[in-house]
């Protein structure tokens, strides 16, 4: 039986619906992946340590620090190149550079809707043809007459927080706009009814 503390040695705190992606093996070692958003690389520690061509933005230098120290300890083949000081509207990477992007809990996050649609832009733009693009982010489904709104797209939740929301016609558009296929049905969570977090997956055509 694996203990607790071993799992967490090799999943790392990975977001659950992330791990669903690897068990299903839509997620498989030798992908290029683009952790954007990574905070302290809690999404990387099993990609790291089994084969996958990992890397990682956030605008925060400490967390794009704690992640490079994380990756050279797990996958020290990879250049600390790849652990990069930069924001999803605005990112260094080639067209079509990675096999996964991941981004999670970092679009709510958005200033107004032209803050949010620069960055699913760019993120797609470095996703390669067949890719995967994985979002978790706050929405309004399910406490639609919960939030409030504050204007472009932002909304107080009843747990306090101010955040961009989307729901799940916004999430449609945006895929067909993308020219993606979901690759999921679209799931959300209700946190007891405080917030919402949902999660879009998208498959890019092979071109």
């Not at 704690?66 to 190149?81: D, I, Q």
């Not at 709510?108 to 995967?132: K, S, Y």
């Not at 020219?179 to 405080?194: E, F, M, R, S």
């Amino acid at each position: 039986m694996t203990a607790p503390g071993e799992l967490t040695d090799e999943f790392g705190r990975i977001d659950i619906y992330l791990f669903d992606q690897l068990l299903r093996e839509h997620v498989k070692p030798g992908m290029r992946v683009l952790d954007a958003g990574c905070g302290h690389g809690r999404n990387l520690v099993y990609l790291l340590q089994h084969g996958f061509d990992v890397s990682a933005v956030d605008r925060s230098p400490e967390a794009v620090a704690k992640t490079a120290a994380l990756a050279a300890r797990l996958a020290p083949e990879l250049p600390p190149t790849q652990f990069r000081i930069e924001t999803l509207e605005s990112l260094s990477f080639p067209d079509a550079s990675f096999d996964l992007v991941v981004c999670s809990a970092v679009l709510h996050f958005a200033e107004d809707p032209a803050h949010f649609n620069a960055m699913v832009t760019e993120l797609w733009r470095v996703l390669a043809p067949a890719g995967l693009f994985f979002a978790r982010l706050a929405s309004s489904i399910g406490i639609e007459t919960q939030v409030v709104s504050l204007g472009s797209g932002r909304y107080h939740l009843p747990d306090g927080s101010d955040r961009y929301l989307v729901d799940e016609s916004q999430l449609l558009t945006l895929t067909e706009r993308l020219g993606g296929a979901l690759a999921d049905p679209i799931k959300t969570t209700n946190v007891q009814g405080q917030r919402c977090m949902t999660t879009w997956v998208v498959k890019r055509p092979r071109g």
